[in-house]
C-alpha cells in the first residue's frame, strides 16, 4: 500500500472519529478554531515584519544587531 493512501485513510479516521465523538457541530468548532490560529499566526508574521520595516525607517536599532 502506498504512503498516501495509508494517509488519506489515517485522515479520514480521524475525522470520522472526531465527528463520532464531539459530533458535527463540535468537530466544526476544531477546524473553525484551527483556521482561526493559522490566520492569527499569518498577522502575527505580517505584524513582524511591519515591525522591523518601521524600525529601519526609524532608525532604530534592533535588540539583536546592537552588541
Same mark, same amino acid.
Given at each position: *500500500?502506498?504512503? @498516501?493512501?495509508i494517509s488519506l485513510y489515517l485522515t479520514m479516521f480521524i475525522v470520522i472519529a472526531m465527528i463520532w465523538y464531539a459530533g #458535527?457541530?463540535?468537530t466544526m468548532r476544531v477546524f473553525v478554531y484551527l483556521e482561526l490560529q493559522i490566520k492569527y499566526l499569518w #498577522? %502575527? #508574521?505580517q505584524m513582524h515584519f *511591519? !515591525? %522591523? %520595516?518601521l524600525q529601519k525607517q526609524l532608525g532604530i536599532? @534592533? !535588540?539583536f544587531t546592537d552588541f
Open positions: *500500500m502506498e504512503t @498516501s493512501l #458535527i457541530e463540535g #498577522i %502575527r #508574521i *511591519m !515591525k %522591523r %520595516r536599532p @534592533s !535588540k
